[in-house]
């Protein structure tokens, strides 16, 4: 069963830096598709960013330039470095998976899911 933990959300000034990680553990084969989503209050919950196991990388228009997503496989670990952070940027942050690796920001119906971290950012 996959399992993912997110951690590193906070609270930050206007500004500021974070970076999220997302521990994964029980995923079996080949082919993926990982991505960072985020949800505010009274919004539908959007993509921020997501990499497959080709090394692609998608970013929403919001935060290109300002995140950063990246992987290390070999503690099956996966980031979101967020910099420049904004007032608008604060939302729960959820990591996610998914077998297929063309999926990308090209969807949000991942079938795997962590349990969320917040980021608020303050102006």
């Known amino acids: 069963q996959v399992q993912l933990v997110e951690s590193g959300g906070g609270s930050v000034q206007a500004g500021g830096s974070l970076r999220l990680s997302c521990a994964a553990s029980?995923?079996?084969?080949?082919?993926?598709?990982m991505g960072w989503f985020r949800q505010a209050p009274g919004k539908k919950r959007e993509g921020v960013a997501a990499?497959?196991?080709?090394?692609?990388?998608s970013y929403a228009d919001s935060v290109k330039g300002r995140f950063t997503i990246s992987q290390d496989n070999a503690k099956n670990t996966l980031y979101l470095q967020m910099n420049s952070l904004k007032p608008e940027d604060t939302a729960m942050y959820y990591c996610?998976?998914?077998?297929?690796?063309?999926?990308?920001?090209?969807?949000?119906?991942?079938?795997?899911w962590g349990q969320g971290t917040q980021v608020t950012v303050s102006s």
């Open positions: 990499i497959n196991d080709n090394g692609e990388t």
């Open positions: 029980g995923y079996t084969g080949s082919g993926y598709s």
């Open positions: 996610a998976a998914d077998r297929r690796w063309w999926l990308l920001l090209y969807s949000v119906e991942y079938n795997y």
